[in-house]
């Protein structure tokens, strides 16, 4: 049996590499910047009140990513939080290789289009070719049903890439689709 390539995974092979060598004259296919990896990260105040809220928010973020998501705990004591170091504030998941180009995938067709009042995501880069992107509502994805949400939560989402300039990760993350706005 055949292994399935995801679709935007034969897109960077097939279409992207090329107009990127072509647009930035490239002499090798090896210095065209690649996505590394995408990382789902997801804040949980609440954490340090209620342990049920994180063990809500691993679930959830499990879903989104179709990997399991760890908790995060912190590191240091901030008395201003009642935070002891040790205690759960977060979850996060790192998406590599094929799962990483089938979140991709399904952000930019199915949960990005969902959005409320949607205009385009803003366009600034990190200035190293990194991208992060905020989202408001865990709803937008399909595996979170609406009716079983206690609390609408956000995340960020950060795209790792191999560019070394934010006009080069700007073009290969057009490439693949991001509605940036003009």
């Given at each position: 049996?055949?292994?399935?390539?995801?679709?935007?995974?034969?897109?960077?092979?097939?279409?992207?590499?090329?107009?990127?060598?072509?647009?930035?004259?490239?002499?090798?296919?090896?210095?065209?910047?690649?996505?590394?990896?995408?990382?789902?990260?997801?804040?949980?105040g609440?954490?340090?009140?209620?342990?049920?809220?994180?063990?809500?928010?691993?679930?959830?973020?499990?879903?989104?990513?179709?990997?399991?998501?760890?908790?995060?705990?912190?590191?240091?004591?901030?008395?201003?939080?009642?935070?002891?170091?040790?205690?759960?504030?977060?979850?996060?998941?790192?998406?590599?290789?094929?799962?990483?180009?089938?979140?991709?995938?399904?952000?930019?067709?199915?949960?990005?289009?969902?959005?409320?009042?949607?205009?385009?995501?803003?366009?600034?880069?990190?200035?190293?070719?990194?991208?992060?992107?905020?989202?408001?509502?865990?709803?937008?994805?399909?595996?979170i049903?609406?009716?079983?949400?206690?609390?609408?939560?956000?995340?960020?989402?950060?795209?790792?890439?191999?560019?070394?300039?934010?006009?080069?990760?700007?073009a290969?993350?057009?490439?693949?689709?991001?509605?940036?706005?003009?």
């Amino acid at each position: 049996m055949e292994k399935r390539i995801p679709t935007l995974k034969k897109k960077f092979n097939e279409e992207i590499i090329p107009n990127l060598k072509e647009e930035f004259k490239y002499t090798s296919v090896m210095q065209v910047p690649r996505l590394k990896k995408i990382v789902l990260n997801q804040g949980v105040g609440q954490g340090v009140a209620d342990k049920k809220v994180v063990a809500v928010a691993q679930e959830e973020m499990t879903k989104i990513a179709g990997q399991k998501a760890i908790q995060r705990n912190a590191k240091n004591n901030i008395s201003n939080f009642k935070l002891r170091e040790g205690m759960p504030i977060g979850v996060k998941v790192t998406l590599r290789r094929d799962r990483m180009y089938e979140f991709l995938e399904k952000l930019l067709v199915v949960a990005i289009p969902r959005m409320k009042d949607f205009q385009g995501i803003p366009a600034k880069l990190d200035g190293r070719g990194n991208y992060t992107l905020g989202i408001e509502e865990q709803f937008i994805f399909p595996e979170i049903e609406l009716d079983k949400i206690d609390k609408i939560t956000g995340m960020n989402i950060t795209f790792v890439t191999s560019a070394r300039t934010d006009e080069e990760g700007y073009a290969l993350l057009k490439q693949f689709g991001f509605p940036f706005k003009k």
